[in-house]
């Protein structure tokens, strides 16, 4: 089992710039393919990126794309999330997740193990 912890979050002003860190402890991340999601006030849960096991292979939402860049660092266990241009809705709680599976999926349901999550606030 994987243990997962995010940080970075914060608040910034809109046109800002952050990165999320997704630390891994328990097993090594290159096991795993990885996801972040996001849930806005009072929305579902919704995708955002996921980078395939390899890493060779990415996918974004279309609300994200040009504007959010996943990667990882296996050597660090570790995946980002570089958020530039933030808009005031871009506010959201920001979770990582592992897929067993390696893929790159944008199905919240699909991905095994989460971490708490990290809070971004973009003021307008």
């Known amino acids: 089992q994987v243990q997962l912890v995010e940080s970075g979050g914060g608040l910034v002003p809109a046109g800002g710039s952050l990165r999320l860190s997704c630390a891994a402890s328990?097993?090594?991340?290159?096991?795993?393919?990885m996801g972040w999601f996001r849930q806005r006030p009072g929305k579902e849960r919704e995708f955002v990126a996921a980078i395939s096991r390899s890493g060779g292979a990415k996918k974004y939402a279309a609300s994200v794309q040009g504007r959010f860049t996943i990667s990882r660092d296996d050597a660090k266990n570790t995946v980002y999330l570089q958020i530039d241009s933030l808009k005031p809705e871009d506010t959201a709680v920001y979770y990582c997740?592992?897929?067993?599976?390696?893929?790159?999926?944008?199905?919240?349901?699909?991905?095994?193990?989460w971490g708490q999550g990290t809070q971004v606030t973009v003021s307008s």
């Open positions: 328990g097993r090594t991340l290159s096991s795993y393919g």
């Open positions: 997740a592992a897929d067993l599976n390696g893929g790159i999926r944008s199905v919240y349901r699909e991905y095994d193990y």
